[in-house]
C-alpha cells in the first residue's frame, strides 16, 4: 500500500501537465445571436423549474492513475452558482482531455416551492483512503438519499470523511425526472472498464429524440458490484414540462448564424475522383428517374424534382440513375465541388435544451473500396460503387449559450460523437471533417480507418488535401418541424425511393475474384453490410432513422 505521503510525493514528481489543467475554449469569440425568443438566454425553464449551464468548476478530488490512457479523473463542483440556484450534482472528468464540461443547477420558480427539496441523509458508496494509488488526497463519494416523492440527480464528491451539508444539494420532484443509462466511461481503478469492480460513467437520459422531453443533467455514475445500495440505478435526470419547450429552441435568422459561425470544413482525400454536387446540379445534368417494368424510358428529372414520386416507401418500384450517353455520365459522376450545397435539417434534443444541425452532402457516385489485410492492400474491383451517396454530419449546440457542444461524424451504417474538445479547427469555431476516399465516410481526423475486425477490413483512408468545401458557403435549410410553415420542404426530400439502381454486376464473382487474391476474406466481406457493398442505391435523408431519431 503505498501512503498519503508517498501519494503527494508521486504527485509533486509528476513534471507533465495533465490535459484536463487546461481549460478547452473555442478559437474565436462567439457570434452576437440574433434577436429570438428563449435562445441563448443562459436559463431555460422547464415548466416551473429553471436551469441553467455551469462550465466553472472548484477541483474537489484527482486521481492519477486508472481510466483511460492510465491518467486517472478529476472531480468538481460547479462554482459561479446564480443566486437562487442550487447544485443538483458533482462532475466528473477523464484526465486525458481538457476541462470542457457543463453540469445543471436549478431553481424553483413556482409559488409552492416544491419542485426542489433537500436531501434526508447521505450514503458513502465508496472511498479511495484504503488503496494504494497515486491522488492528490482522499476522496469520498456519497450519494444522496432523497425523500418519498423525490430523486437524486447526481452524486457529491468530497475529499474529507464528514457528510456533506444536508443544504449541499437538491433533489427534483418525481414528475420532473426521467429515466437515465450510462454513456462515456470516466474511471475506474484499471485501464479499461471492468463490470466487476468500480467504474464511473457518464450517464445520459435513456429516452432521447426530437420528442422526448428528458433534459441531461451533465452528472456522473459510481458503480460499485460490492454495494448492494448500487445495484440499481439510484439517479435521474430531468425533464422539461413546460408546454411551450420549443420556446428555447433557435429561430431561422438564428440557425443561418449557428451555421455561419461553425460550418464544418470538409477536407477531400488528394485522390479523391467523385466529389459532392447539390442535388439540383444532379438533376439539371442528366439524372433520371427510372420505373419498374419500364426500364426502357427513363424520365429526366425537373431541377427540383417535382416530378418525382413522392411519399409512400421505399417499394422498389422507382429509382435514380446516371445519365445514359458515357460524356455526360463521367461527367456527373465527378460531381462538381463549385456547385455542391448542403442540406439542413434542425430539430431540438434532450428537451429541447440543444439543438441538432444535420448537415447532409450528396455524392452523385460512390467509388470502389479496398481492403487491406496485414500489410497487403487489394482492390476490390467494383464493390462498393453505388450511384447516389448520402453522407451527413450533426453539430449539437447548447440552447443555454449557443455554444458547440459535439459533432457527429456518419461512416457507412454507424458514426461517433466527438466532444467539442477533441475536435480539430482551423483557426476559427469550423471542425474540420475528413471524408474517406470513394466511400465518404466522415471522420475527425486524418489517417486510416479499417473497417472490420483484426488485421482484415475496408480501408477507410483519409488525408487533408486542397480540396476543400466550407459548408457555409453554400447551405439549405431543408426541414425544421418546429419551425412550422417558415421552412418550405424541396420536393427531392419526400422522394422516398433509391437514389441508385441495384448494382449491374454479379456481386458474389466479384467476392470471389477478390478471395483468389486474398485467401480468407470472402467471410468478411459476405458480413459488411449493403452500405458498404454497394448492392443497392441508398435512400435519401428522410429515409435514415436518425432523421427523426437519434444518431447511432
Known sequence: MVSMGNCLTLHRKRKKALPI?????????LPTWPPGEGFAKGIIDLGGLQVCQISTFTKVWVTYQGGPDDLGA?????????DG????????????????????????????QDLLIRPVDYSLIWTSES??????????????????????????????EHKPPIDKIRCARSDFTDEIENQTW??????????????YFTIMPMNRGPQQMAVCVGSFIAQNPNNPSLSHTPLACLRNKKPNYLSSMPNIQQIETLFQAYSPLIYFHPKE????????????????????????NPVPIEPTGSNLPLGGSNDGNYWLDLPIDKPSKEKVKKGDLKETQVYLHVKPMLGATYTDIQI????????????????????????GEHVGDWEHLTLRISNFTGELQSVYFSAHSGGSWVTVSELEFNGVNKPCTYSSLHGHAMYSKPGLVLQGKGTIGIRNDTAKSKILMDTGVGFE??????????????????YCREWGPKVSYDLGDEIKKVGKLLPGIEKFMKSLPKEVLGEEGPTGPKMKRSWDGVEV
Open 21 to 29: 489543467e487546461t481549460v478547452f475554449k473555442l478559437p474565436s469569440p
Open 74 to 82: 478529476t472531480f468538481f463542483e460547479p462554482s459561479l452558482i446564480p
Open 85 to 112: 440556484f442550487h447544485m443538483l450534482a458533482s462532475y466528473g472528468q477523464s484526465n486525458n482531455r481538457l476541462l470542457s464540461g457543463s453540469v445543471l443547477v436549478a431553481k424553483d420558480d413556482t409559488d409552492n
Open 131 to 160: 488503496l494504494g494509488m497515486k491522488q492528490d488526497t482522499n476522496g469520498y463519494i456519497w450519494l444522496p438519499i432523497a425523500p418519498e416523492g423525490y430523486h437524486a440527480l447526481g452524486h457529491v464528491v468530497t475529499n474529507t
Open 186 to 199: 470516466i474511471w475506474g481503478l484499471g485501464k479499461e472498464s471492468n463490470a466487476n469492480e468500480l467504474n
Open 273 to 296: 475522383t467523385y466529389l459532392p454536387s447539390s442535388v439540383n446540379w444532379f438533376f439539371i445534368n442528366g439524372g433520371l428517374l427510372y420505373t419498374k417494368g419500364d426500364e426502357s
Open 360 to 383: 447532409w452532402v450528396f455524392y452523385p457516385f460512390n467509388g470502389g473500396a479496398k481492403a487491406k489485410a496485414v500489410f497487403i492492400n487489394i482492390p476490390l474491383g467494383k464493390i
Open 477 to 494: 435549410l431543408v426541414a425544421g418541424e418546429y419551425l412550422g410553415n417558415s421552412v418550405v420542404e424541396p420536393p427531392w426530400l419526400n
